[in-house]
Nanobody, 118 residues
């Protein structure tokens, strides 16, 4: 079973930046898709960004132009660079993976808290 470990969350002022990392316990070349989701207090979990094995990215409208998802295969890591952060970006951010092989998942990390102060 794939293990996903997130890091990089924290407290930042509005307009600041953070970079989240998610390291997988196996090669990300075996992943069909990897992504970042978030859950804000009192809200449902929502997709933030995703990247396919072929490098195709997808972003929520609310983060387009501010967030960038990328991968480093040598480190089995997916990143989420978050710039121009807003208080409404405050949430627990979760890493997600779908595998090429069975069982495909989804697999989830434990989450990392991002808090943006105004």
């Amino acid at each position: 079973q794939v293990q996903l470990v997130e890091s990089g969350g924290g407290l930042v002022q509005a307009g600041g930046s953070l970079r989240l990392s998610c390291t997988a316990s196996e090669s990300i070349s075996s992943m069909n898709t990897m992504g970042w989701y978030r859950r804000a207090p009192g809200k449902q979990r929502e997709m933030v960004a995703s990247i396919t094995r072929g490098g195709v990215t997808n972003y929520a409208d609310s983060v387009k132009g501010r967030f960038t998802i990328s991968t480093n295969s040598a480190k089995n890591t997916v990143y989420l660079q978050m710039n121009s952060l807003k208080p409404e970006d405050t949430a627990v951010y979760y890493c997600n993976a779908l595998l090429l092989l069975w069982p495909p998942g989804p697999y989830w990390g434990q989450g990392t808290q991002v808090t943006v102060s105004s």
